[in-house]
């Protein structure tokens, strides 16, 4: 039921993508149901709950890919990425996704519900009100949320 959503989902995501990509949309999708399945601890709660992991399996995929074809490839600098409201506006490649993925990692160290946001908006793709109902926050904290960690990120990846 699930696998057309995931899906669009992973095009979202590989739209943009450099074309050496080892991965296509469906080897994705596959992979990150595999592991989802291995999940078997998690209690979903409901469907924004399932699609926000799935979102943040199919980011850490494409972020392990990215890092193995940076190992491979030794050096070039770090290409800057604009956040946006939605990821069909925002290419990413190899680096920027990187570069995004280490500087939403910084943001969780002092501000994990912040990173959380960005991580179900960008990646995710949910809507205010799906993250609010995610994080069982209020839509005016997601978004205010949302504009103080995206005015960070960009601060953050220009550096």
Not at 23 to 45: G, H, I, K, P, S
Not at 127 to 137: G, P, Y
């Amino acid at each position: 039921m699930v696998y057309g959503e995931l899906h669009r989902l992973a095009r979202r995501y590989m739209r943009g993508e450099h074309r050496a990509l080892t991965f296509q949309a469906t080897a994705l999708v596959n992979e990150a149901y595999l592991r989802l399945v291995d999940v078997a601890r998690v209690r979903w709660q409901d469907r924004a709950h399932f699609f926000a992991v799935a979102a943040q399996l199919m980011r850490r995929i494409l972020v392990e890919s990215a890092r193995a074809r940076g190992r491979k490839k030794r050096g070039g600098s770090v290409a800057r990425v604009k956040l946006d409201e939605s990821i069909d506006a925002a290419p990413l490649r190899s680096r920027s996704l990187i570069a995004l993925d280490d500087a939403l990692e910084a943001m969780a160290q002092f501000d994990p519900r912040k990173a959380r946001v960005v991580e179900l908006r960008f990646f995710g793709g949910l809507s205010v009100e799906e993250t609010a109902e995610v994080l069982k926050i209020s839509p005016q904290s997601v978004m205010r949320d949302w504009r103080l960690a995206r005015a960070w990120l960009t601060e953050e990846m220009l550096r």
